[in-house]
């Protein structure tokens, strides 16, 4: 079974939630306006970014089927799909298939955490069976889940197994692991580029076409510009973009990251997406004002998401 190869870049959204932690929908099209308008190509829905492990089968389905009414025709949703409890993951991928999506995908489970490649080749294995017509990538991002077991081998233990596995979402530091990936039988899976930081080292190492951004909600405009410099052969362009990105990422790094950070970066840009959930620490009023400080001194309000 093959599927397409994305190109351009997908953004992994923050769920929107009232002050009350409530899910929130509302938002949700003017959201997906901002995206295009930045020139993301799709949505990765209801993994970290969206705090996905925090919300209910029912609140994950409730928010795929928002971002499905509100998407941009060309925009592909992804749904994360991934959960502690495999019927509850089989059960969302086929709902994800019965709404329309275009693929799902799921990390792995944080608890119990995978030990071997095998494993995790059979969690896999079990969800993707749920939405078996749609392409399946597994989401690698052992920082949060801590299962830092090898992508190669677990790639040639799964591709005999899932017929329907599209790739990886490579969220991880280790670029010659990612490189390796992508050359594995002349580059059969979709490795999307998923940690913004090293958008550019890819391109430039395995000529990745495809990512998925956390960071793409406010400086999606920022990574699309180091996409189309470095394709235009514009190096000097494409480094001082990946630069500013990273100055950017420099700010939310100082105030818990981009989950909790960023997703108050959306309210400052005109999209508020209320509280995170517990145990999260929201930004204080106090902090959201220094956090605009921060900003305003590297232009962002200027340069980011028109």
């Known amino acids: 079974m093959t599927f397409e190869k994305i190109k351009g870049l997908i953004v992994a959204p923050f769920t929107p939630f009232d002050k009350r932690g409530e899910v929130n929908v509302a938002p949700i099209a003017d959201y997906a306006k901002l995206l295009e308008r930045n020139g993301l190509v799709g949505v990765f829905i209801n993994g970290s970014s969206g705090e996905g492990y925090m919300l209910t089968v029912e609140e994950r389905m409730k928010i795929a089927e928002a971002w499905m009414a509100a998407a941009p025709k060309h925009f592909k949703v992804i749904v994360h799909v991934g959960a502690c ?38 969690y896999c294995e079990e969800i993707a069976a749920g939405a078996p017509q749609l392409p399946f990538y597994f ?17 040639k233990a799964a591709e005999d197994r899932i017929p329907n596995l599209a790739g990886i979402k490579y969220t991880y530091e280790a ?115 220094v956090i605009k400080r921060d900003l305003e001194a590297i232009d962002f309000f200027n340069r980011c998401n028109k």
């Open 85 to 122: 409890c495999i019927k509850d993951s089989y059960q969302l991928a086929q709902h994800a298939a019965r709404i329309g999506a275009f693929g799902i995908g799921a990390m792995a489970s944080p608890f119990p955490k995978a030990g071997r490649v095998e494993e995790l080749v059979k």
């Open 139 to 155: 989401y690698h991002i052992p920082v949060l889940n801590g299962v830092y077991l090898p992508m190669l081998p677990f790639l």
């Open 175 to 289: 670029l010659y692991e990612y490189n390796q990936c992508m050359l594995y039988k002349d580059g059969k899976f979709d490795m999307l580029h998923g940690q913004d930081e090293t958008i550019l080292s890819a391109l430039i190492m395995g000529g990745a076409q495809g990512g998925i951004s956390g960071t793409g909600s406010y400086i999606g405009n920022v990574l699309v510009e180091v996409i189309n410099a470095y394709n235009a052969g514009d190096m000097a362009k494409a480094r001082e973009a990946q630069n500013y990105a990273q100055e950017v990422i420099n700010v939310i790094a100082r105030y818990r990251g981009n989950i909790v950070c960023g997703k108050r970066i959306m309210k400052l840009l005109g999209v508020d997406l209320g509280i995170n959930r517990t145990p999260f620490q929201n930004i204080t009023d106090e902090e959201e004002a």
